[in-house]
């Protein structure tokens, strides 16, 4: 991978809290209805302002989650790239072997097989989406869109090994679109933060 992530939580979180604080303090925010009277002497409602502490509090938990958010992408597309990894593994055993299996082969069945249920796993792995703690993410970071553009081809153990080797190329592509989601990940976030991840990051992974 070009870099590692899991110290971003930490960076979002030092990133957004030093927003916050740079943000002038909210006035005249929350009003509470009290029966002290005014400066004038007459009853009234006397008018409360949030401290800046509030909005650093606020920042400072939406950048703990942007940064989990993050890490949780970034591990679940490391996932991904490994189990489609296996995937072609199965899929060019039979393409690669000589001379060919049999259609009834077992071996061949075994493959096709283990194929089918690494491709179950790759549909339940998907990148988690928090529409309240993207709100935290950094300017210029995002995650990948929902389903990635991935369509898994389907292989029984009737299929051809025509239909095989088509699929086999289809996922050695997916193995590179994976790879390079991570990376545009990885660089958006070393771009936004500017690198320099702390180790305060384990707290929030």
């Known amino acids: 991978m070009v870099t590692s992530l899991q110290s971003v939580s ?37 008018r409360v302002s949030i ?3 509030a909005t650093i ?8 989650s942007a940064g989990k958010l993050i890490n949780q992408a970034d591990r679940t597309l490391a996932k991904q790239q490994e189990t489609l990894s296996h995937m072609n593994a ?25 194929f089918s249920g690494l491709r179950k796993e790759i549909e339940a792995l998907q990148v988690p989406r928090d529409p309240q703690a993207e709100q935290g993410l950094p300017d210029g970071v995002g995650l990948p869109s929902q389903g990635q553009g ?11 090994d025509k239909q095989v080797a088509e699929a086999a190329q289809s996922i050695q592509t997916m193995i590179v679109q994976v790879a390079g989601q991570r990376a545009d990940l990885a660089r958006s976030v070393q771009s936004a933060l500017g690198g320099g991840y702390s180790s305060l990051a384990q707290q929030f992974a």
């Open 57 to 64: 509090q606020l920042g400072q938990d939406r950048a703990i």
């Open 150 to 160: 991935l369509n898994l081809p389907n292989l029984d153990a009737t299929a051809s």
């Open 10 to 46: 930490s960076s979002v979180f030092q990133t957004r809290v030093a927003d916050a604080r740079s943000q002038p303090q909210v006035a005249n925010a929350g009003l509470a209805q009290r029966g002290a009277p005014d400066a004038g002497g007459s009853g009234g409602v006397e």
């Open 90 to 114: 199965n899929l060019q055993a039979i393409v690669k072997q000589f001379p060919p299996y049999g259609q009834q082969d077992p071996q061949r069945t075994a493959f096709l097989m283990a």
């Open 51 to 53: 401290s800046s502490a």
